[in-house]
């Protein structure tokens, strides 16, 4: 692990192959569930917007999300179109603008479990002008990234080479061309060579090779076969770790699966 | 005519960040640095702040005017 925050996650996985990290990528963004509005029942509405428009935006609102506690709809044992209390969440909201202009928030919507609520309370989802309403009830479900982007847990999971800078201590006088020229100060002279500071922030661009003077030139960039760097930007429904780990477990079911298919 | 709730190709959550954004950008703080203590980093993230306009404040303007009126009406014909 190299650095982690509430949202953040990025890893440094040595090991495995390009084909590897990729499947656990794309599991990252369409297999791993969470919890989204998916149907709005619009009781009044007067305000500016039509109602489409603010059902979609109730949808992209990420909600936090409770992944044992809840079933995705087409696994729930109810069976039923509009779900029970194991596969939705209803959300209610009622705003009317009495004196003048209002905003209304994410936050005033009200959740019939106090776990399931928005990531932020500050989204703004409609203004109301003075003498408009909007009352709805929204409700909630488990989704997956594949179907709609709305149920994606993440808003980058990317994977980049461990990158492997040389330096040819013979060849290189120090110019500081190198240093000049990177866009991402990986590089640094100290005492009259130049060091590799940060490699991490490498993006393989190479210009610090075509820039150098020297033929050929004395400084090499490549990349590891087996080391990644792995990076997760969680929306916040999830800790990324959390979805890291539900996106192994995704991917080896869908191993044994295929294993168990082939056998037959 | 009102911010997007998420930057249209990560997906970052954005909506909660515009009042800030808009309010500092007012203040006269440079756009660029304020977008970088609200930790919008990817190009794609911060042209939706740096490219949005917020029209419903306008368009709202107009319901008021007809609120206003109307309540104008109901006063008169009241008397």
Sequence with gaps: ?264 | MIIPIRCFTCGKLIGDKWEEFARRVKMGEDAGDVLDSLGIKRYCCRRMFLSHVEIIDEVLRFYEEAEKRREARIQYYQQ
């Design chain 1, 1 to 264: 692990m190299l650095e982690r925050d509430e949202k953040n996650l990025r890893l440094l996985i040595r090991g495995a192959d390009a084909p590897f990290i990729n499947a656990l990528r794309r599991n990252v963004i369409a297999e791993v569930p969470c919890m989204a509005i998916d149907d709005v029942v619009i009781i009044e509405n007067s305000s500016v917007f039509h109602d489409e428009i603010i059902a979609h935006r109730l949808g992209l609102i990420p909600l936090k999300t409770d992944l044992d506690g809840y079933n995705l709809p087409e696994e729930c044992s109810c069976k039923s179109e509009f779900g029970c209390n194991l596969c939705r969440v209803i959300l209610t909201l009622d705003r009317e603008a009495k004196e003048g202009a209002i905003t209304v928030y994410s936050g005033d919507l009200t959740s019939e479990n106090p776990n399931i609520v928005p990531v932020s309370d500050k989204i703004p989802i409609v203004k109301l002008a003075k003498g408009q309403k909007l009352r709805l009830e929204a409700y909630a479900r488990l989704g997956k990234g594949k179907n709609h982007a709305k149920w994606q847990p993440v808003s980058l999971c990317s994977y980049k080479y461990l990158p492997r800078i040389n330096i040819n201590g013979e060849s290189c006088d120090a110019c500081e061309k190198c240093v000049e020229i990177c866009p991402r100060k990986v590089l640094a002279k100290r005492e009259g060579k130049i060091e590799v500071r940060n490699l991490l922030a490498c993006t393989l661009c190479r210009d610090c090779v075509d820039v150098c003077p020297k033929q050929p030139p004395a400084i090499e960039v490549d990349w590891e076969k087996n080391a990644f760097i792995f990076s997760v930007e969680s929306t916040g429904v999830l800790p990324p770790e959390r979805i890291v780990m539900e996106a192994v477990k995704i991917l080896n079911k869908d191993l044994e699966e295929l294993a168990k298919q082939i056998e037959v």
